[in-house]
Nanobody
């Protein structure tokens, strides 16, 4: 089974950019849809982007500022975040679900395996 480890979170100032990574071990992403989510205290996990055999999908909150990509080895995905805002402060997670076993890769309750997350703090 695939194991996920996120990295790259840190404290940045508003307007800056940041790239997060999610590394898979035990498997590649070949047989999975993989998504990026974020969560702030007291709220549920918000879907940001998803990569599947259908291509990339982005939530409205991610479109225009966030870009998801994957390396050639298909074992690491990235989330490039630009023009960061204080409201982007959250714990960012990646998650996977076996291809064909979900309806909407931006819904957290559809995902099966999760990393532990990486904290992003954006100061004003």
């Amino acid at each position: 089974e695939v194991q996920l480890v996120e990295s790259g979170g840190k404290l940045v100032q508003a307007g800056e950019s940041l790239r997060l990574s999610c590394a898979a071990s035990g498997d590649t992403f070949d047989d999975y849809a993989v998504g990026w989510f974020r969560q702030v205290p007291g709220e549920g996990r918000q879907g940001l982007s998803c990569l599947s055999t259908s291509g990339f999908d982005y939530s409205d909150s991610a479109k225009g500022r966030f870009t998801m990509s994957m390396n050639n080895a298909r074992n690491t995905v990235f989330l490039e975040m630009r023009r960061l805002k204080p409201e982007d402060t959250a714990v960012y997670y990646c998650a996977t679900v076996i291809e064909g076993k979900y309806n909407d890769g931006l819904q957290s309750n559809e995902m099966e395996r999760w990393g532990k997350g990486t904290q992003v703090n954006v100061s004003s």
